[in-house]
Nanobody
Framework: QVHLVESGGGLVQPGGSLRLACAAS????????VAWFRQAPGKKREGVSC????????NYADSVKGRFTISRDIAKNTVNLQMNSLKPEDTAVYYC?????????WGKGTLVTVSS
């Protein structure tokens, strides 16, 4: 059974940093397309960052470019999202997603709150 668990969310002041992790069981993330999404209160879920299955290409939403970095930790079978220079508008539940043979698998999310 595929299981993705996000962690690392919490309360942080504007300008601060958080590192989210998505730990996988039941599948290896090494060569899967992975992505982070977020959903702010009253908003639609939006893509934040994604990485190709090869890990050689990454993409970011315009709103987070230059501030967020997606990466894999092969040894821990996790995908990470380093978030720097956080803004109040980054407040959302963050979800990780992995694609296996085109089938999406989602974590349950972790809440990030950016507030002074």
């Amino acid at each position: 059974q595929v299981h993705l668990v996000e962690s690392g969310g919490g309360l942080v002041q504007p300008g601060g940093s958080l590192r989210l992790a998505c730990a996988a069981s039941g599948l290896s993330l090494d060569f899967l397309a992975v992505a982070w999404f977020r959903q702010a209160p009253g908003k639609k879920r939006e893509g934040v960052s994604c990485m190709t299955s090869s890990g050689s290409s990454t993409n970011y939403a315009d709103s987070v470019k230059g501030r967020f970095t997606i990466s894999r930790d092969i040894a821990k079978n996790t995908v990470n999202l380093q978030m720097n220079s956080l803004k109040p508008e980054d407040t959302a539940v963050y979800y990780c997603r992995a694609l296996l043979a085109g089938i999406p698998h989602w974590g349950k999310g972790t809440l990030v709150t950016v507030s002074s």
